[in-house]
């Protein structure tokens, strides 16, 4: 009877995760689509917003095309729907936060709240430094370097896939201090470690700026240097992180030890209660038995 209890108490709460899930999720959705539909009224100055950058050091006379019938319309919808999920991010980053928590120890969740705020400011000033800092000296350099009669008009469509893969490249790569100290709070590398590797660091770093962005040498670099510097940043990060995690784990240990003490007394303390109990119980019914032999024929 107790394991069929238990058993419906478990999909009782298994339940509940679902439908806290689904709401969470519900909520996700409603706030892209909030977002979704004032951005969609001014989708078109959006597009010639995110295409300035390159717009400005286009020949005289010369202007973006649209190869796909389909694109003038599709291209500017589909970067208004990007934009109101880039924009909920810190929202979507909550409700995830939210449902995650409850399940975490104390020390946990002062450790997860903090990474994941840095992580999304550091997102956002990685897209940023690539649209404000990269796209003008990137653009600028591939428009000059074309031959001499190559009429320079890109395709809307790919124009956005590329400024995508820059955004995501810059703000993935603005994550280094981040992923940093998980390394080292997690227990895979030490900062000791990680400051012996900064020949191989840095050597990396221009690897991953080679794949992640245009093969021109202004984009490696401003990619490469950044992500270094961040890394330099988090090894910084990761000595505190270390120590105040260690504190965190010891206290919590002391918590754990002196529940398990006060329990341990509760428990001696009831079985040394029940044992004079039944000692006094024992004493009366022995002392019933001798008045009922004194007083017989």
Known sequence: MASSNETVHQEQGFLSHLIELRDRLLKMVLAVVL??????????????RLAEPLSRFLPEGTEMIAYEVASPFLIPLKLALMLSVFMAIPYLLYQIWSFVA???????????????????????????????????????????????????????????????????????????????????????????????????????????????????????????????????????????FKVWVKDASDARDEMLEEEAASATAEKTTAKTSAGGYRNSLTDHVDNDSSKGDDGGP
């Open 102 to 240: 409850p399940g975490l120890y104390t020390h946990e969740k002062r450790l997860v709240a903090p990474l994941l705020a840095s992580s999304t400011l550091l997102f956002y000033a990685g897209v940023a430094f690539s649209y404000f800092v990269v796209f003008p000296l990137v653009f600028k350099f591939l428009i000059n370097v074309a031959p001499a009669g190559v009429q320079v008009s890109p395709d809307i469509a790919r124009y956005l896939d590329f400024v995508i893969t820059m955004f995501f490249a810059f703000g993935i790569a603005f994550e280094v201090p981040v992923a940093t100290v998980l390394l080292v709070v997690t227990g895979i590398t030490t900062p000791e470690k990680l400051t012996k590797m900064r020949p191989y660091v840095f050597v990396g770093a221009f690897i991953i700026g080679m794949f992640l962005t245009p093969p021109d040498v202004i984009s490696q670099i401003l990619l490469a240097v950044p992500m270094y510097l961040l890394f330099e940043v988090g090894v910084l990060l990761s000595s505190r």
């Open 35 to 48: 977002l979704f539909i004032p951005l969609f009224l001014i989708r078109d100055q959006i597009y010639t």
